[in-house]
C-alpha cells in the first residue's frame, strides 16, 4: 500500500474525445510525476509537478496536460485522443529531493476505440 | 534512444535458487538508480536502490550491485520464492531534485516451483 491512489481504474473512450486521470498523492509527498506505459514496455516520463508547476516534460505532445492543486493531488488531461494513447497511466508521488521515495499509484487503463 | 536497457525480456528460475536480473545504461549522468516489480493490473512497487556513488546494496532477500565503468547493474534475489514471480523494471533518475525516472523495457521473471 503506497497511499498513491489514481482513478478511474479503468475506462473506454472513442477517438478524438478528451480524458481527465485523477491522483491523490502519499501524504507528505509535494511531487507528483505521470507516466504512460503501453502494452510491453517499460513506463515513459510525460511530466512532473512540483508545488503545482510543471516540472519537467518528456517527449509528449500538447495535448497531454496537467494540474496540480493545493493539496499535491494532481490531474492529467489527453485532448483529442488517438488509438496510440491506449495504455496504463501511472502516477508517482514523491518529495522533491528524496529520490528514494517514489511510490506508484495502481495505474488507470485507458482503452481509446 | 533507449537510455536504460533490460536485455532478457523473460527469465526462469528454480525456487530456492538465485535469481539474476540484469541492467544496462547508456548515460552516465544518471546519479541513481531504482528496481520495481510489478504485478500484472497494478502500479510498480519499489523494491531497492543504489547511488552511483556506491557499488552494493543489501535489503534482505534483494541486492543491487552497480558497476560504473560498465555502466551495468544487477539485481540479485536469494532465495528466489514464488512470490517473486513478476515484471521487474530497472529505472534511473538524474539528481535528486530532478527524479524523473527513465525506465527499462522490463524482465518477466518466473519462480518455478
Known amino acids: 500500500e503506497t497511499g498513491v491512489t489514481q482513478s478511474p481504474t479503468h475506462l473506454i473512450k472513442t477517438r478524438g474525445q478528451q480524458v481527465t486521470l485523477r491522483c491523490s498523492s502519499q501524504?507528505?509527498?509535494?511531487?507528483v510525476s505521470w507516466y504512460q506505459q503501453a502494452l510491453g514496455q517499460g513506463p515513459q516520463f510525460i511530466f512532473q509537478?512540483?508545488?503545482?508547476?510543471?516540472?519537467g516534460r518528456g517527449n509528449f505532445p500538447p495535448r497531454f496536460s496537467g494540474l496540480q492543486f493545493p493539496n499535491y493531488s494532481s490531474e492529467l488531461n489527453v485532448n483529442a485522443l488517438e488509438l496510440d494513447d491506449s495504455a496504463l497511466y501511472l502516477c508517482?508521488?514523491?518529495?522533491?529531493?528524496?529520490?528514494?521515495?517514489?511510490?506508484f499509484g495502481e495505474g488507470s487503463w485507458l482503452t481509446v476505440v | 534512444d533507449q537510455q536504460v536497457k533490460q536485455n532478457s525480456p523473460s527469465l526462469s528460475v528454480q525456487e530456492g535458487r538465485i535469481s539474476i536480473l540484469n541492467c544496462d545504461y547508456t548515460?552516465?549522468?544518471?546519479?541513481?538508480f531504482l528496481w520495481y516489480k510489478k504485478y500484472p493490473a497494478e502500479g510498480p512497487t519499489f523494491l531497492i536502490s543504489i547511488s552511483s556513488i556506491k557499488d552494493k546494496n543489501e535489503d534482505g532477500r534483494f541486492t543491487v550491485f552497480l558497476n560504473k565503468s560498465a555502466k551495468h547493474l544487477s539485481l540479485h534475489i536469494v532465495p528466489s520464492q514464488p512470490g517473486d514471480s513478476a515484471v521487474y523494471f530497472c529505472?534511473?533518475?538524474?539528481?535528486?531534485?530532478?527524479?524523473?525516472?527513465?525506465f527499462g523495457t522490463g524482465t518477466r521473471l518466473t519462480i518455478i516451483p
Open positions: 508517482a508521488s514523491s518529495f522533491q529531493g528524496a529520490g528514494n521515495t517514489i511510490y
Open positions: 501524504s507528505g509527498h509535494n511531487t
Open positions: 548515460n552516465s549522468m544518471f546519479d541513481y
Open positions: 529505472a534511473a533518475f538524474l539528481n535528486f531534485g530532478n527524479e524523473k525516472l527513465t
Open positions: 509537478y512540483y508545488r503545482e508547476e510543471e516540472n
